[in-house]
């Protein structure tokens, strides 16, 4: 794992035309082997999107993989890009509205989706901005390693995404952190509410309950690659008015949405590869895959 890397490290050296044609190749032979993620990413198009044809949806689905093949050099540059080659290759929209927050003495909450290039987002933030970082530890200590020293670039420190109470803390400080809601965690704190075309997405509420506990206010983040791959704009977007609401349902619809409006803005950069639709209402339900 250490040869492989190094390898991987050597990489970031290349022009970022050449990396995204690599990965683009990459992506391709992904799409031709892995039959099962195919099915995945095909299948939450179809649920998503069914007023799209058929053809129409395969080819945002080869799209797909070429992305995702790209992403390959989008986590490698986030992790070991210098500071001013991030900076020659990114721009940032809407930054004032985050610290018009801050200076106000309010948290805030980036309201993200699973972009491809979702580590580029955070590096790209961290030119301007400082937070905390909530993630998900990797099982094998040597990809936690470089997880941890890749997101500490831009990052103050990370927090498990199960510790609520440190989030909370971060955002009275106050602070940003980062926030996604728009994956399937399960039965336990999901609600089934519409996504896109598919009506019983399960949905997490936690935003609700980290804006209220945290005092914070919830921005939509996004990050994407430019058409020609020549480097990536990062949007932050304003304050979500009265948010949150009475409702956390009311609020993971309008969550819902917003998620819908980020992901619409480059479905090809999504994360589609995700069973977003494994958990059913009813435990006896079949799967949808």
Known sequence: MWFGTLILRLTQLLPMRWQMKIGAGLGR????????????????????????????????????????????????????????????HSEILGFENLQTCLDNGQGVILFAVHALPLEMGARVYGQRGTGVGVYRPHNNPLMEYFQVNGR??????????????????????????????????????????????????????????????????????????????????????????????????????RGNKIVEQLISRNPAQYMWLHRRFKTRPNEDDPSLY
């Not at 082997?33 to 058929?54: D, G, Q, W, Y």
């Open 29 to 88: 032979l992904v799409y031709r082997f892995l039959k099962k993620r195919v099915h995945i990413a095909r299948r939450n198009l179809e649920l998503c999107f069914p007023e799209k044809s058929e053809q129409e949806r395969e080819a945002l689905v080869l799209r797909n993989f070429e992305e995702t093949g790209k992403a390959v050099f989008d986590s490698i540059n986030a992790w070991w890009w210098s500071d001013a080659k991030v900076q020659k």
């Open 152 to 253: 500490m670039k831009s990052a103050t420190s990370l927090v498990p995404k199960r510790e609520v109470r440190q989030m909370v803390k971060a955002l009275r400080r106050p602070d940003v952190i980062w926030y996604t809601a728009d994956q399937d965690f399960g039965r336990s704190t999901a609600v089934f509410i519409p996504l896109f075309a598919h009506q019983e997405a399960a949905t997490i509420t936690g935003a609700t309950a980290l804006a209220k506990m945290g005092r914070a206010k919830v921005l939509p983040f996004f990050i994407e690659r430019n058409a020609d791959d020549s480097g990536y704009l990062l949007d932050i977007g304003e304050p979500l008015e009265d948010f949150p609401g009475e409702s956390e349902v009311d609020d993971a619809i």
